[in-house]
């Protein structure tokens, strides 16, 4: 049974940082691709960073380009992202996500099945 489990949310100050943990099990996902993706209260999940099986490669929505950092440790079945330069609209549910499918790449992950985490609540005060 596949499960991925969230952490490292809370509440941070605008232009404050954190880093979210994404720990895979049931599973190795070391030749799958992995994202981010977060979700506001009546508003559809929106992707937010992916990366590649080999973590050569990263993919990132406009909104985060240059502020987060998606990384991974195969070793340890575990996804990163860390988030600098918070802002408001950052305040989300973040959610770690895995593909169903192996040949899922990162430029496609949001249309493709995929295994969920719980999410953890993002904050970000102003």
């Known amino acids: 049974q596949v499960q991925l489990v969230e952490s490292g949310g809370g509440l941070v100050q605008a232009g404050g940082s954190l880093r979210l943990s994404c720990a895979a099990s049931g599973r190795t996902f070391s030749n799958y691709a992995m994202g981010w993706f977060r979700q506001t209260p009546g508003k559809e999940r929106e992707f937010v960073a992916a990366?590649?099986?080999?973590?050569?490669?990263?993919y990132y929505a406009d909104s985060v380009k240059g502020r987060f950092t998606i990384s991974r440790d195969k070793a340890k079945n575990t996804m990163y992202l860390q988030m600098n330069s918070l802002k408001p609209e950052d305040t989300a549910v973040y959610y770690c996500?895995?593909?169903?499918?192996?040949?899922?790449?990162?430029?496609?992950?949001?249309?493709?099945?995929?295994?969920w985490g719980q999410g953890t609540q993002v904050t970000v005060s102003s």
């Open positions: 996500a895995a593909p169903k499918l192996s040949f899922t790449t990162i430029q496609t992950m949001t249309g493709q099945p995929k295994y």
């Open positions: 990366i590649s099986g080999s973590a050569s490669s990263t």
